[in-house]
């Protein structure tokens, strides 16, 4: 098999001598190679250069001594676009040498320490250039004392265990020092930001040189999924977020996943304290009933994932029965198990960890040897296998030809060596499975007569298909992070999901967190089928909402909020007509989800006690919002300001949590379809809210001056544009004016008036209470924020030349309303500016048709029929806004769509407007796949449009009418 005169090396050879006549590399050591690997053999003939490699091998470089050829190779002063590409052709000469080794010497433990280091080397240059790109951005990355914050690249794995293969992805984690500092702006030519951002963008800039794909392929294959959350996670983390990760959510695969883990480039120092920070976590010094369930049931995993492979694959040297896995998890249990109490046990790599294990007693020295033989064995066949076409791949498969040129490179010797092969291929397996089988006490041992055997699995491969499976396979399917992608993805997308690579990688993220219904601990073996579990009714009622996979992402943020909260998710998991309730919320509403998620102690008022009204009274509102406030004082969070009243800062606190509570409440029955117009009842929140909150400021502001508060003349807080019609939506702003009468003291109503609109819209945790549009002011938004009755009055009544106000300003003074009492002159000039702009707008050539429409039915000269037309179509596109608020917080696309003829409408298109109609009532949330619903939807958009349009028409006819000429206005 190595004999130069082989067709196919011959014709290599051949090339090669042409190309580099004056190499000196052995033919006796380059044939194997060829015939081992047609790939490396293609990439010689594009780099007859790099047979100087092959010169001195067999031969494993050492970390240094690669890195000193990266470093000449790819140098750090090359420009972006070609310095990944140098970076691959580097890695590639490197592995020459290192094949070369694999097929001279037979010992895959000393190629695999070469190639952990070739993987280091280049993991560490490429993090000097992404290094020196971004500080060029942002500069260099400063903790608040001043000093250098560190960044570290931790292998886990393979990697970090040294015992890497051709073509394994490297399993890695970045983490920094602190979250406490910024980047110094490159001594003002950069942008300085903040640490997290920093470091966020260092670490993509480095995954991105490693797997950028060029003529020799990526640098590396980069797998990120071990760091916490997995894909769905940050991709790096300060220290301390690492660590208060692992304290409250990190399950025993994590810690599985950390014994391996090891600092590979940047800050070593940084990762080694890391590691040690989270050794307790690790290795614990008490072996508990939880932690031998979990091991069973990361067993059965494995044992469920082997069993999928069956003979259809021949046999996965990494994942099947007998494989390397089962191997790793023999080794890595133990050592999780007993590593607390003997720190000789915490060791990376899997021979020297089988040795000390023996010196411990947990296992017999000749079943050490045995397991560290067959590790050496598999392990080749593993490298044999990815030479040939560096491909990350473990499968051997059943064709005899390539069986057998394995045999030959395993066991050689005379005659044919593949029942030598199959032989000892055999008896490593059994010894490998019969250890797995025995490192967890009271795991159920495998019915095996005879010999061992594999088991019989249904080929499910018909692409395209839900394979006739039941809804709950489906589930089960798409529940099981072990299960084959594909089958997944089309359990998933039967289950009605879309985004399908985003619902696995939830749905494992879910299943690695053990307080979540999702972990396999709460999928025992208690009967009843998929839907027996809470993660199964949960991803159920996921599929039955308009966005299940919206749905799912709100069910992890909650799972995370209620972490703690065991009551809550076994009374979800009792009364499935709450459950159905919750999740169809989170996949109808993200703005309602986000309320929920941020304030969970709402999910037992609004889903658990379920006794919440539909609809509440202003009153009633008012009453609650002083319970609010009283609850607040209670908690000790402040007192009395000695006029009755609370601190702003206690009213705000207890406003907000009111606002998110009622905004829940009247969003959940809204979307229910319990509640025909939720404007009414959105108008007396606000009301409720700012009347309150100038009642606490006039209290808070006599106390400070030191008067009685009959001293302090309240405000008249007026109410204009949709906020005085009583038709604001769940994302609208204000327009308010504050009016206070004449004799008042100006200074006093200046700083009311401020601590009002400062209070109202300042940010916190819990968000801003109301937007503020100010432009109603008689002098805009730079004007003073309160004005007396006669200057408000003289600005709209008495301007220069009888000049009539702007259109726009006409407009917002037509419902004007005073909230709440006041002084009877102050709602006489409300009344009377009312009026005169309800008649004006009838005359003034600049005013939209429809905002005149008032003065046209005070007039008497609109048909009753167009009002009735334009109310009703008025209230179903006020009811559209309001959903499309709810349900993706803009509107923009979706109106810009239904503006638009169905037949103008992409794919996406359609599913987008579907699931809009689906939220709208346009049909059952099941039933998927068809237009009728985006249709009748369009329809009834397109009817109330075109009816709005022919009443514009004929009140613009109305208003030209009776317009009065601009230059006649100014006389």
């Known amino acids: 098999m190595t004999d130069p005169r082989d067709p196919a090396v011959a014709q290599v050879l051949a090339r090669l001598a042409e190309l580099a006549p004056n190499h000196r590399a052995r033919a006796e050591l380059l044939a194997p190679l060829v015939l081992a690997s047609p790939y490396l053999g293609r990439f010689l003939i594009a780099h007859p250069e790099a047979l100087a490699e092959l010169e001195a091998a067999p031969v494993v470089r050492d970390r240094a001594a690669i890195a000193a050829r990266l470093a000449a190779e790819a140098p750090l002063s090359e420009p972006e676009a070609s310095f990944a590409e140098k970076l691959g052709v580097a890695r590639q000469r490197a592995l020459l ?528 919002l002083a319970a609010e406030l009283e609850l607040a004082l209670s908690a000790g969070q402040g007192g009395a300001n000695g006029q009755g009243g609370a601190p702003i800062e206690d009213f705000l606190v207890a406003a907000r949590r009111f606002q998110t509570a009622e905004i829940l409440r009247i969003g959940f029955f809204d979307l229910a379809g319990l509640v025909a117009d939720p404007s009414e009842q959105l108008s007396d929140l606000a009301e409720v809210i700012v009347l309150g909150l100038a009642d606490a400021v006039r209290r808070e502001l006599a106390a400070k001056s030191e008067r009685e508060l009959a001293e302090v003349s309240p405000l008249a807080v007026v109410a204009l544009g949709a906020f005085a019609r009583r038709e604001l939506g769940y994302r609208s702003e204000l327009e308010l004016l504050f009016l206070v009468a004449d004799d008042a003291d100006a200074a006093i109503a200046l700083r009311m008036s401020r601590a009002i609109v400062t209070a109202l819209s300042v940010s916190s945790v819990e968000g801003s209470l109301y937007r503020l549009d100010a432009r109603p002011r008689p002098t805009g938004t730079q004007g003073p924020l309160s004005v007396t009755a006669s200057r408000w009055r003289e600005h709209h009544l008495a301007r220069p030349g009888g000049a009539e106000p702007e259109a726009w300003e006409l407009a917002t003074l037509v419902h004007a309303r005073v909230l709440g009492p006041a002084r009877p002159e102050l709602q006489a000039v409300v009344s009377e500016l009312s009026d005169f702009a309800i008649d004006a707008l009838t005359r003034h050539p600049d005013a939209e048709p429809l905002v005149a429409l008032p003065g046209f039915v005070r007039q008497g000269r609109v048909a009753d029929e167009d009002v009735r037309a334009l109310d009703e179509a008025h209230r179903f596109l006020r009811r559209l806004d309001n959903r499309l608020a709810l349900v993706q917080e803009v509107g923009a696309d979706s109106l810009t769509l239904l503006a638009a003829a169905p037949a103008a409408w992409s794919a996406s298109d359609r599913d987008h407007l579907r699931r809009l109609a689906l939220r709208m009532g346009y049909g059952e949330a099941s039933a998927r796949g068809g237009d009728d619903a985006a249709v009748a939807l369009y329809k009834d958009v397109h009817r109330h449009r075109q009816v709005v349009a022919e009443v514009t028409a004929r009140l613009a006819a109305l208003a030209r009418a009776g317009a009065v000429p601009s230059e006649a206005r100014g006389n």
């Not at 890391?274 to 031998?292: M, Q």
């Not at 005659?415 to 009271?442: N, Q, S």
């Open 97 to 624: 040498g290192l094949a070369a080794h694999e097929l001279v010497s037979g010992d895959p433990l000393a190629t695999a320490a070469g190639l952990s280091a070739l993987a280091e080397a280049a993991i560490e240059h490429a993090l000097a250039f992404a290094t020196a790109q971004v500080q060029s951005r942002h500069g260099r990355p400063l903790t608040q004392d001043g000093a250098p914050c560190g960044a570290v690249v931790i292998a886990m794995g393979a990697l970090g265990g040294g015992e890497l293969d051709f073509a394994a992805s490297v399993d890695l984690l970045y983490a920094y020092a602190t979250d406490q500092g910024r980047t110094d702006g490159a001594r003002g030519l950069g942008t300085p930001v903040d640490l997290h951002v920093y470091h966020a963008r260092l670490f993509a800039k480095l995954t991105q040189l490693l797997t950028e794909p060029g003529e020799a392929g990526g640098a590396l294959r980069v797998d990120l999924d071990l760091r916490p959350e997995g894909r769905t996670g940050p991709l790096c983390n300060s220290a301390e977020a690492l660590e208060r990760y692992y304290e409250s959510f990190g399950h025993d695969a994590e810690r599985i996943a950390w014994i391996k883990a090891r600092a590979v480039a940047g800050d070593l120092a940084l990762g080694e304290r890391i590691i040690a920070s989270l050794e307790p976590f690790v290795f614990r010094k008490h072996l508990d009933y939880a932690f031998a369930e979990d091991l069973r049931a990361m067993k059965r995993r494995l044992d469920q994932a082997s069993a999928r492979l069956g003979h259809k694959v021949g046999f996965n040297v990494k994942l099947g029965r007998g494989g390397l896995r089962e191997l790793d998890f023999v080794v890595r249990a133990l050592q999780l198990a007993w590593g607390g109490r003997l720190p000789d046990l915490r060791t990376r790599d899997t021979r020297t960890a089988l040795q000390r294990l023996a010196l411990a007693g947990l296992v017999d020295q000749s079943e050490a040897d045995g397991l560290a033989s067959a590790h050496r064995f598999l392990l080749r066949i593993e490298h044999l296998l990815q030479l040939e076409e560096d491909r990350q791949t473990h499968v051997l498969s059943a064709d005899p030809a390539l069986r057998r040129r394995v045999a030959e490179r395993m066991v050689g010797g005379d005659g044919d060596p593949l029942p030598r092969f199959e032989e000892a291929l055999a008896e490593h397996r059994k010894r490998v499975r019969a250890a797995f089988e025995a490192v967890v006490a009271g795991a159920d041992q495998e019915r095996a007569t005879g010999e061992e055997r594999e088991p019989r699995v249904v080929a499910l491969d018909a692409p395209g298909t839900s394979f006739g499976l039941t809804v709950e396979e489906h589930l089960g399917a798409a529940l099981d992070p072990d299960a084959d992608a594909g089958l997944r993805d089309q359990a998933l997308l039967a289950l009605g999901f879309v985004r399908l690579e985003a619902a696995r990688n939830r749905i494992d993220v879910l299943a690695r967190r053990p307080d979540s219904p999702f972990h396999p601990r709460h999928a025992g073996g208690g009967g009843g089928g998929a839907l027996a579990t809470l993660g199964a009714k949960i991803l159920f009622s996921a599929s039955q909402t308009p966005d299940p996979d919206q749905a799912l992402s709100h069910v992890d943020a909650l799972l995370r909020a209620i972490r703690h909260r065991h009551a809550a998710l076994e009374q979800l998991d009792r009364d499935p007509r709450r459950l159905t309730a919750l999740v169809n919320l989170f996949g109808t509403s993200h703005f309602l989800s986000r309320l929920l998620v941020r304030s969970p102690g709402l999910l037992d008022r609004l889903v658990l006690d379920g006794k919440e009204p539909v609809t509440r009274t202003r009153h009633d509102m008012a009453r609650l």
